[in-house]
């Protein structure tokens, strides 16, 4: 690796090769470009998309598509008030041109209550179903008698409002990500210039990142859906922004030290590439843990994340450090770095948090882990799963259907289940589907396949779709036909088969993606002890996070709950972005500790790196906060769980907890490597030299 390095080393921060990385990119940029603008051509936006693979509902909608050639999603219209008959009458009419050929809109169907009126409406899914859903609303809300409220939903309004929440989700969060970034990095660096480059460098990186997933997803099947894709440009900006934080931090030190900045990057990128490497793969390798998640939505996320991290890096070990050394030292004004001017202050604030931590390590550590373990007992409260209705902040139309019919209708009738079995079968199927308690009913009739072969029946439940009652319904119906070889699906039947598979993959997923990263940490320290301590406190930190979240999900924010797939994306995004801090803290901790001692090599490198880790602290969480304004509920928690956990990371674990640790634990932090032996001989070879008490205190003399 330390070849590679130097090889890597050699080309930006070399007096040719500098213009060399430059065009690289530059054509590279212009050549592929505008492939990054079609991503959105390959996003996956089907059901299945978001189910587990091999569950019983997504083989259900599978199956659904041998049915005909012109396959049917309905959207359902509700009446309610005096005077909906003639309203509902009216409205039959203006639908009929919107149906496909063959079907043909339901006649009003009276609520037992005769309170509403339910008209069933047939959209070709092949057509584009939400400018078909947004004229329906327009016909529908025209000419409403006063008090006649009418609300479009079913499956195909349900469709366009979660579309709605993605639609210029990618250009929306960029705009918004940049301008985060863009005012955090002024705000770091206090420079009119210096912030340009990091910005423009992840603007090459996601350029590259858009570019190769989409053509992994074209050629080599990579699974990419509007969630992934929004959550990837996010992750972009944030990693790479931390990267370049971090290597222009090394890079102006070492400004202070030589006279030529072609040598003082190559200097930077030795010392700081195997950091900025180990963080990387860390990421990438925890987030492609993902892969062997069941939610086809997770495995999206981790893999398309993993390319991501992996673009990030690359921009920001060569176009960055090629635009730094171009532009020269005067690119830092006001504040340039000149050659042999001490890099830092005598005394910062973070030399006098090491100071205070160096005094009571055992107090520090202790009450560290006190109050990161207060805030992780607010997890056992969590309420877990969302209804449709509550996946929203702001409550769409569809949801407001929902309610409507819930309140006039049994509730699952706006969204039946569906059987698919066997045609010489359904009679039996039916028979006993009917007498399942919790079946309103089962619907006259049933599709069939071209074939004949096999048939599909609608059943309509007692309650509402996402209700745990319509849960429960639907295992009933599965034990009763499963015996005859039939398949139970349908919205009720994806959210049970969600909601299992995200408990199966918490018990897959973590311990894979923990001993992945603890892997990194051996590889990176050759050490065991503090390896397996770092990862100890990102899993404290993950769950005081999620505590907290819990917290302000609960009281402030108004959640109902959390949603099923937050623990383990909150998990595997805290474990693998947690644990940079904790790489960039003690890459510079050893590297110190073999010239300084262990004590001394401690507070240098909480000092050197405090303020750099900080600023990266700060920026990373701030881009995931960007998701809490969106409208959707999953979206907002993943950013508030993350961005609190960064947090967490970067003031508390990384600040005091790690280095009260390293130092209450001495030497022995690094058993049993060869830092351990070194520091073990260093000890003696001072105890030789002199044994008396003043001497073993220069020794162990804070930095």
Not at 377 to 387: H, P, Q
Not at 449 to 458: K, V
Request: hydrophobic letters at 50%; charged letters at 20%; a negative charge.
């Amino acid at each position: 690796m330390r070849a590679l390095l130097k090889r890597v080393a050699r080309a930006p921060g070399g007096r040719r090769g500098k213009w060399l990385v430059l065009a690289a990119w530059l054509i590279v940029a212009v050549a592929l470009g505008p492939l990054a603008g079609k991503l959105g051509d390959v996003e996956d936006t089907s059901a299945n998309a978001f189910l587990p693979r091999g569950a019983e509902s997504a083989r259900v909608n599978t199956e659904l598509e041998k049915f005909r050639t012109d396959t049917v999603m309905p959207a359902v219209v509700v009446y309610t008030g005096e005077g909906a008959d003639a309203k509902a009458a009216a409205d039959r009419t203006a639908f009929a041109p919107f149906v496909p050929a063959g079907e043909e809109v339901s006649q009003p169907i009276p609520s037992d209550d005769g309170q509403a009126l339910m008209t069933v409406v047939p959209l070709d899914s092949e057509d584009d179903i939400t400018d078909t859903i947004d004229k329906l609303r327009d016909i529908a809300g025209a000419n409403a008698p006063p008090g006649v409220d009418v609300e479009v939903g079913g499956p195909a309004g349900s469709l366009t409002d979660q579309v709605a929440v993605f639609d210029g989700l990618d250009s929306t969060l960029l705009l918004a990500t940049a301008l985060v970034v863009a005012v955090l990095l002024l705000i770091t660096y206090r420079s009119p210039v210096l912030w340009l480059l990091p910005l423009l460098s992840v603007g090459f990186a996601a350029v590259l990142t858009q570019v190769s997933t989409y053509l992994l997803a074209q050629h080599a099947g990579l699974p990419v859906n509007p969630q992934s894709a929004g959550v990837l440009m996010v992750l972009v900006f944030g990693v790479g922004t931390d990267y370049a934080l971090l290597l222009i931090a090394r890079y102006r030190e070492e400004l202070h030290r030589h006279a030529d900045r072609h040598e003082a990057m190559r200097i930077a990128l030795r010392r700081s590439g195997p950091a900025i490497l180990a963080s990387a793969g860390t990421v990438a390798v925890g987030l492609a843990c993902l892969a062997f998640a069941d939610i086809d939505s997770s495995r999206s996320l981790g893999l398309v994340g993993a390319i991501g991290v992996v673009c990030a890096f690359l921009a920001m070990v060569t176009v960055l450090p090629a635009l730094l050394v171009i532009t020269g030292r005067w690119v830092f004004w006001p504040f340039v770095p000149h050659h042999g001017t001490p890099a830092r202050k005598a005394r910062t604030v973070w030399s006098r948090i090491g100071t205070a931590v160096a005094r009571r390590p055992r107090w520090s550590w202790m009450m560290s882990v006190a109050a990161t373990g207060v805030l992780a007992l607010s997890a056992a409260g969590i309420s877990m799963g969302l209804t449709q209705a509550e996946m929203f902040q702001d409550k769409p139309e569809s949801v407001v259907a929902q309610e409507r019919i819930a309140a006039h209708y049994p509730s699952g009738a706006s969204d039946p289940a569906k059987i698919v079995t066997s045609t010489d079968r359904a009679e039996a199927i039916r028979t006993a589907a009917a007498e399942v308690d919790g079946v309103a009913r089962v619907e006259d009739g049933g599709d069939r396949t071209p074939d004949g072969q096999l048939t599909t029946l609608s059943v309509v439940l007692q309650d509402a779709p996402d209700s745990k009652a319509a849960k429960d319904t639907i295992d009933e119906l599965r034990d009763a036909v499963a015996p005859m070889d039939a398949l139970v699906g349908g919205t009720t039947a994806q959210t049970l088969d969600t909601q299992r598979a995200a408990d199966r993959d918490l018990t897959t997923v973590i311990p894979i993606v923990l001993l992945v990263v603890l892997g990194v940490l051996i590889w990176l320290l050759r050490a065991l002890v503090a390896p397996l301590l770092l990862l100890a406190t990102v899993v404290l930190s993950y769950f005081a996070a999620l505590g907290a979240s819990n917290l302000l999900f609960e009281h402030v924010l108004g959640f109902a709950g959390v949603d099923w797939s937050i623990p383990l994306l909150g998990f595997v995004f805290l474990v693998a972005l947690g644990i940079d801090y904790n790489i960039f803290l003690m890459h510079r901790v050893k590297e110190e500790a073999a010239r300084l001692g262990h004590t001394r090599g401690v507070l240098e490198g909480l000092t050197s790196t405090g303020g750099v880790i900080t600023s990266a602290g700060v920026v990373l969480a701030a881009t995931f906060a960007v998701f809490a304004g969106l409208p959707l509920v999953t979206m907002a928690q993943m950013g508030v769980l993350v961005g609190i956990g960064v947090l967490l990371d970067t003031f508390i674990v990384r600040t005091v907890l790690v280095p009260a640790l390293a130092l209450d634990l001495g030497r022995r932090f690094w058993w049993p490597g060869k830092l351990f032996r070194h520091l073990g001989a260093r000890d003696r070879a001072a105890a030789g030299s002199d044994t008396s008490p003043s001497a073993r205190d220069q020794a162990h003399e804070p930095a």
